[in-house]
């Protein structure tokens, strides 16, 4: 690890990491390589497999017919890693494992690859926790299935896997069932500019940072590295924390998700005071409990791509006078019609909508995060388009002053941002 961060034991929490001087707002601390990456499966028609860009005619590998990539480079590049795992997926086509069991396959693969040395990230994977001891009954029979899966989906390529991770690995990920537990626990979702999910990652040395609700770093992605980013001042000695879920949620729903997911019950600062709570469930209970009820079925017609459907079910309730816009539940139908508006190609109307949001998403994000960032440079995107060059520049620089320490000036989204605001003025002064 770099000179500004040292591991420590932090207290209730296991492992951490903390600064060992003090850091300033926006100062990038770390960046980080992957162990091992994988698409998500969701997204692997659209991601290329090799340098994660996301691009419309990818080259699809002619073997596994799963993998796909920019170009013959891409592939070339990518090769190395997927000459395994393509042999392993030829084996069980037409099931194509979880996106976990992808991951733990590479993972091993890359152990044991005699061309590699990985022996400083595998120690440090060593020390995290699976968690199983503390897991539901339930939460660990799901893992014994994928763990399952994992060795079914590398007989091909590993027939021996148990003694071959008895030998080259850590005690502690010796089992199929250790290292699923390991990776489901650790990893992070790698998301491209605009914070879609286009893949995991395991990157083992940040997986030491320990969450809140309202961390001091954020974590974005440029391809697959790993930038850990200061977005407020950080003393020395102070824990460095990320969010390992989006924290634009109600306090309840944010520690069942952790508690879920990463075995463990938040008793962070926003936790125990549950400052935004009021704001979310502000307005008629029964109107936002309604409100709530329709969101479900409104998400699935996102995923179903109905996107008429999905704004005509938005109407009435975004426009409901009994819940104000800062209503979480409010707030979340506001998204989805701005997202089918944008898709029906309705501008006028999707600036609406998100002009809407812009407020509330000062509110619940007090600190720099790519959320509000990513939010105004959208806006900002949909003003220009409608020649409201004035409004887009203004929202254009709010965006910036956020993604400036949330990216950095050299991350290639803030470089697209600079080249709009450049458009604007230019269009200004004629």
């Not at 997926?89 to 396959?105: F, H, N, Y």
């Not at 590993?158 to 489901?184: H, Q, Y």
């Not at 650790?186 to 893949?199: A, K, P, R, V, Y």
Request: proline share 4%.
């Amino acid at each position: 690890m770099v000179s500004v961060l040292e591991r420590f034991a932090s207290p209730g929490k296991g492992n951490g990491l903390r600064a060992r001087t003090a850091i300033n707002t926006g100062t990038l601390i770390f960046s980080a390589e992957p162990l091992a990456t994988c698409v998500s499966l969701k997204m692997a028609k659209e991601v290329c497999h090799s340098c994660f860009a996301r691009e419309k005619n990818l080259l699809r590998c002619s073997q596994c017919k799963m993998a796909r990539y920019c170009n013959i480079i891409c592939q070339k590049q990518a090769w190395s890693n997927h000459k395994r795992e393509c042999k392993c997926l030829q084996s069980i086509l037409p099931r194509i494992p979880t996106d976990s069991v992808r991951l733990a396959a590479r993972i091993l693969f890359a152990k044991l690859s005699p061309t590699k040395s990985k022996s400083e990230e595998l120690y440090t994977l060593d020390q995290h926790e699976s968690h199983l001891s503390s897991m539901s009954e339930s939460k660990t029979q799901g893992l014994s299935q994928l763990a399952s899966m994992l060795e079914m989906y590398l007989q091909e390529e590993v027939p021996e896997l148990a003694l071959e991770m008895t030998s080259g690995f850590p005690k502690s990920c010796r089992r199929p069932l250790d290292l699923i537990a390991k990776v489901t626990c650790n990893c992070f979702t790698i998301s491209d500019g605009e914070l879609q999910e286009i893949g995991v990652g395991l990157y083992p040395s940040l997986s030491l940072l320990n969450h809140d609700c309202r961390p001091n770093c954020v974590t974005v992605f440029e391809g697959t590295k790993l930038h850990l980013r200061a977005v407020r001042d950080i003393k020395p000695a102070e824990e460095l924390t990320i969010s390992y879920i989006e924290t634009l949620s109600m306090t309840e729903e944010r520690q069942k998700q952790l508690e879920e997911q990463y075995c463990f019950t938040c008793r962070c600062h926003k936790c125990d005071s549950r400052d935004t709570d009021k704001f979310m469930l502000s307005g008629e209970e029964k109107t936002w409990k309604k409100m709530r009820e329709t969101l479900s079925k409104l998400e699935k017609l996102k995923e179903a791509s109905d996107w008429q459907t999905l704004l005509d079910g938005c109407l009435l309730s975004t426009e409901d006078v009994h819940v104000p816009d800062e209503n979480l539940y409010k707030l979340r139908l506001v998204d989805l019609a701005l997202d089918s508006a944008v898709h029906l190609g309705h501008w006028a109307e999707a600036t609406r909508y998100g002009e809407r949001t812009l407020p509330i998403y000062r509110l619940y994000f007090p600190d720099p995060h790519p959320v509000h960032g990513i939010q105004l440079m959208r806006i900002a995107k949909l003003q220009h388009y409608l020649e409201r060059i004035k409004d887009a520049l203004d929202t254009f620089k709010q965006a910036f002053e956020i993604l400036k320490i949330t990216h950095g000036i050299d991350h290639p989204l803030v470089a697209d941002l600079l080249v709009k605001m450049e458009e604007c003025r230019f269009e200004l002064d004629q």
